[in-house]
């Protein structure tokens, strides 16, 4: 019970508010006390109703090798109680004190959720047994009698609420209706169904069900994208109290139970309890470096350790960014049967006035002004995609939809954004609910270099059409291959039909501000690029500027290098490179020209991801025109060891040891190792003092594992000086 006094004040009398005769339920975890005797009126004085047909026991046949859970794919949830998935039979069987006579006799089941179970809300169900199931409605029929024992399936609705029901058997007699005492055992969960093709998240291809449903184990790829880096992520949805955890988070966030039989309504509301932003959610962001009192980002393994203490703690898990915000969304979306997918854009624009287009500001210098320019370009942005029909859009926008819990900008007043169908952003119809546009500019919006003249007016230098969303990709299916779903978001760059989706776009209302009251007039016949050489933590590389002199004129140009080490948010967090340099630029030549950077440059303000940003600018001196390029980098990041020793074989004891060296000049103080693998063992957390330069760290862990088949470890090393470390190893468990 999240807040126990309104709870209380309802125990006295519920508060009414003139509008509703019954308070709002929207609690999966409160109840109601059903009466175990519904009398019809005065009883006679010789009722017995031990004379009547009587429930002695309900079996469930709710292990993870019997039939319901077998057949409702549900058979890896590590809870006791059945889980199944709606609009699909599951089978119980009712011993009662005598053989069960239809003609006299008359019982039904009761399917109740929440505090104030209606049956018009989809919150009181009654199920009369009947002859026949019909598809995707509430139904029983008798299949088996035995003795005093009857065996029943139920079909649930194919739209029914997604959460923990309780169940009562009723019996009717002429006195009464008698039905049996509350029996937590018999709870039954019912979850979304993407293998039946009533329900909204039906998805008709199996090995896609086993990767966006089933499989506990994902990839975030993140770097940049001229050194795109990937890490495995723990989703867990299967772990212990996990699907207690997620259902918390709907009763969290105060959806009405009645609603929760739509994906459209969870995605939505779970995307603004994700983050703690104006509603105490699961994962408070910290984007600045300090991690005081939290978890650094970078050192969580996967999402049930995060779940797991905001469940018992209730308060904000500290701290995440956007892959952690990714991948607990991910484990919420799976672990109610939502297929889902966690996606990274690279270059995701971060438009905070949304007109489709970054503004970068330029001094006299040429150098960007950090006071004008707001907007910024994050290296990387992941978000989730969840797949369902969309019966609130015209036909053709259902399939994947973009959820996104990261806080970035409000939406309807709350930090939410999504579900944003994905069919929708690429033709720019942008119209249709919700937050299409801001989905819309993190993959389309122009980069705009431009300077003030003394006088006032803006001089644009040069605009970008093709920097931002240039490569979104996913985790392939039953692979960890990289699949790039560019596409998906977009048609390709400069095509008639990219063009006519940006003008759809702006059509229905995404701003796009026009260039004309500022002169365009870009430098043609000098061309300039740079590259940044790939490089290791801890060492010196270069980069490299091209002039490429088209025209028949000699130019000299003045270059300014600036290197910034930045959040992979683009936020600079400060400049650690300047070099200025003029070069000259004979008639139709190229000519390239290297600056130097050395580690000790950069290594005492290196942030968790190793990220630089380079901007190049330099200024035609004959001309007065400006040329701009910019590009972010990443550096090489050693990874951790993983190896195993002993059988691997499950319920036997086994070791895992993970091993590190030092790449630093340094030592490396206050470290912490974890490691975590699904099935295989919980998450382990171990803390060194010091790392000396150059030397190597050895953890070994022994454990015992559950689950036979193929499973993964994931490790984390996470200190002051360096973070993003990881190592991963795939095993096969055999059975025992």
Not at 170 to 197: E, K, M, V
Not at 304 to 324: A, F, H, N, T
Not at 620 to 634: C, D, P, S
Not at 661 to 669: D, F, H, I, Q, V
Request: include cysteine; aromatic fraction near 10%.
């Amino acid at each position: 019970m999240s807040e126990p006094t309104s709870t209380d004040k309802q125990k006295k009398k519920p508060p009414l508010n003139g509008r509703r005769a019954l308070p709002s339920n929207n609690s999966n975890a409160e109840e109601n006390e059903v009466p175990e005797m519904d009398a019809f009126g005065l009883i006679p004085r010789g009722f017995n109703p031990k004379d009547y047909l009587r429930v002695v026991d309900i079996h469930m046949f709710k292990e993870p090798y019997e039939i319901n859970k077998q057949q409702h794919h549900t058979d890896k949830y590590y809870n006791p109680k059945l889980i199944v998935r709606r609009g699909q039979p599951f089978q119980i069987q009712i011993d009662f004190n005598r053989p069960y006579r239809p003609e006299t006799d008359q019982f039904w089941l009761e399917y109740l959720i929440g505090r104030y179970p209606q049956p018009n809300k989809g919150t009181y169900i009654p199920i009369l047994v009947g002859d026949v199931l019909k598809p995707g409605e509430w139904g029983a029929k008798i299949i088996h009698k035995e003795n005093n024992s009857i065996r029943l399936s139920i079909m649930s609705s194919a739209t029914c609420i997604v959460g923990k029901f309780r169940l009562y058997v009723a019996i009717w007699t002429p006195f009464g209706i008698i039905r049996t005492h509350r029996n937590s055992a018999t709870d039954t969960y019912i979850l979304f169904n993407p293998w039946c093709q009533q329900d909204a998240v039906y998805l008709d291809d199996e090995k896609e069900r086993e990767e966006y449903v089933l499989n506990d184990v994902g990839i975030v790829f993140h770097g940049d994208i001229d050194e795109i880096k990937l890490r495995s992520w723990s989703y867990g949805q299967f772990e212990e109290n996990i699907l207690d955890a997620c259902l918390f988070l709907m009763d969290k966030a105060e959806l009405e139970l009645s609603g929760r039989g739509n994906p459209i309504k969870i995605c939505r509301v779970a995307s603004a309890v994700i983050n703690s932003r104006d509603d105490n959610g699961v994962i408070a962001g910290s984007w600045d470096n300090t991690y005081t009192y939290g978890v650094a980002p970078s050192a969580w393994t996967g999402s049930v350790d995060i779940l797991l203490e905001y469940y018992s703690s209730k308060q904000p898990v500290r701290y995440g960014q956007c892959w952690v915000f990714a991948g607990v969304f991910n484990t919420f979306l799976r672990c109610l049967g939502i297929p889902a997918r966690l996606i990274t854009n690279y270059s995701s624009a971060h438009d905070n006035n949304a007109n489709l287009q970054l503004d970068f500001f330029l001094d006299d210098e040429g150098q960007v002004d950090a006071k004008l320019t707001k907007d910024s370009i994050w290296n990387y942005h992941c978000w989730n995609e969840a797949w369902m029909t969309r019966p609130d859009l015209p036909v053709g926008f259902g399939g994947w939809q973009a959820v996104d819990g990261t806080p970035q900008e409000t939406s309807d007043g709350m930090y939410r954004c999504g579900p944003a169908s994905v069919q929708a952003i690429k033709h720019g119809h942008v119209c249709f609910q919700f937050d299409a546009p801001f989905v819309f500019a993190e993959v389309n919006s122009d980069v705009v270099y431009s300077r003030r003249e003394k006088n006032g007016a803006q001089i644009i230098e040069k605009i970008d059409t093709t920097h931002i969303g240039k490569l979104i990709v996913t985790k392939g299916v039953g692979t960890d291959e990289m699949v790039e779903i560019t596409e998906e978001y977009k048609f390709q760059e400069g095509s008639e039909e990219e063009r006519l989706a940006l003008e759809t776009a702006v059509m229905y209302g995404v701003k796009k501000q026009s260039t004309q009251d500022a002169m365009y007039q870009p430098q043609k016949d000098v061309e300039m690029d740079f590259q940044v050489q790939k490089a290791v933590l801890g060492s010196d590389f270069k980069v490299t500027i091209t002039f490429r002199n088209k025209s028949r004129n000699s130019y000299t140009a003045t270059t300014y290098l600036s290197g910034n080490i930045v959040f992979y948010t683009g936020v600079t967090k400060n400049e650690f490179k300047k070099h200025s340099f003029t070069v000259k630029l004979e008639p139709l030549m190229s000519s390239a020209f290297d600056v130097i950077i050395t580690s000790s440059e950069y290594l005492s303000d290196l942030l968790d991801q190793a990220s630089f940003h380079f901007f190049v600018t330099a200024r035609i001196n004959e001309t007065g025109k400006i040329l701009a390029a910019q590009k972010a980098t990443v550096l090489e990041i050693p990874s951790l060891r993983i190896k195993t020793q002993g059988e691997m074989v499950a319920d036997k004891e086994m070791s895992v040891i993970v091993e590190f060296t030092n790449p630093l000049k340094k030592a490396l103080e206050d470290v912490t190792l974890r490691l975590e693998g699904p099935g295989v063992l919980k998450t382990m957390k171990k803390e060194f003092r010091q790392i000396p330069s150059n030397s190597t760290l050895i953890w070994e862990v022994k454990c015992i594992p559950k689950r036979p088949g193929l499973r993964k470890l994931i490790a984390s090393l996470n200190c002051d000086a360096l973070r993003h470390v990881y190592g991963e190893l795939s095993i096969q468990i055999q059975k025992p």
